[in-house]
């Protein structure tokens, strides 16, 4: 069974730009969620997609977006990224919303802004 | 609210050696918890979780976490380090959306970096 696949791995971006990151989860598995990583902040919940739904957003601002479509695949974008938003971006994937559910972790797509 | 705090953000010890990396969680109702290592330049790779029942779990490589309510603890160990197991390690907790119910997220430990000597 294939893992969380996320593309792209690594991207450089300009200040100012917009960018979408892209996650396809584990077949089966109707939940996605977003969490930045950065080395001052840790791991922060981003969101979470459940059968094209968003079902949970943390405390970002509205310049981070995402979506879900019929097939599970998610996305997620930035716009008008700052410097501050560099940062790797983790997918995870669930087969259901339960707290004792496992997320299962794609590689991350490391995005540096400059 | 519910949350972990990992002791020590770094932990070096001898190949051979016990490894014991501190998780305690905060909670108000009985937690989910669950152990994460990261790789450098990887995603995260689930070690174990603890749901309900037996308090002592066992994980992938040799690891296991102990459950106690009355420490409100989930320090993870392993008897013998290896080489390969130098890398990142996260406490997390699940929890419920507050906006809606039926809804998770994990909320993780700051991390604890683990370094195996030769």
């Known amino acids: 069974k294939a893992g969380v696949t996320q593309t792209p791995r690594y991207l450089i971006k300009t200040r100012g730009q917009q960018v979408t990151l892209s996650c396809s989860p584990i077949s089966g598995h109707r939940s996605v969620s977003w969490y930045q990583q950065t080395p001052g902040q840790g791991l922060q919940f981003l969101f979470e997609y459940f059968s094209e739904t968003q079902r949970n957003k943390g405390n970002f601002p509205g310049r981070f977006s995402g979506r879900q479509f019929s097939n599970s695949r998610s996305e997620m974008n930035v716009s008008t990224l700052e410097l501050g938003d560099s940062a790797l971006y983790l997918c995870a994937s669930s087969s259901g919303q339960s707290l004792n559910t496992e997320a299962f972790f794609g590689q991350g797509t490391r995005l540096t802004v400059v | 609210a519910q949350s972990v705090t990992q002791l020590g953000s770094h932990v070096s010890v001898s190949e051979g050696a016990l490894v014991l990396l501190r998780c305690n969680y905060s909670?108000?109702?009985?937690?989910?918890l669950f152990w994460y290592v990261q790789y450098p330049n990887q995603g995260l790779q689930l070690l174990l979780k603890?749901?309900?029942?037996?308090?002592l779990v066992k994980g992938i490589n040799g690891f296991e976490a102990e459950f106690k309510k009355s420490e409100t603890s989930f320090h993870l160990t392993k008897p013998s380090a290896h080489m390969s197991d130098a890398a990142e390690y996260f406490c997390a907790v699940s929890k419920a959306s507050i906006s809606s119910g039926s809804a998770r997220q994990l909320t993780f430990g700051s991390g604890t970096q683990l370094t195996v000597l030769p």
């Open positions: 909670s108000s109702v009985p937690p989910y």
């Open positions: 603890y749901t309900t029942g037996a308090t």
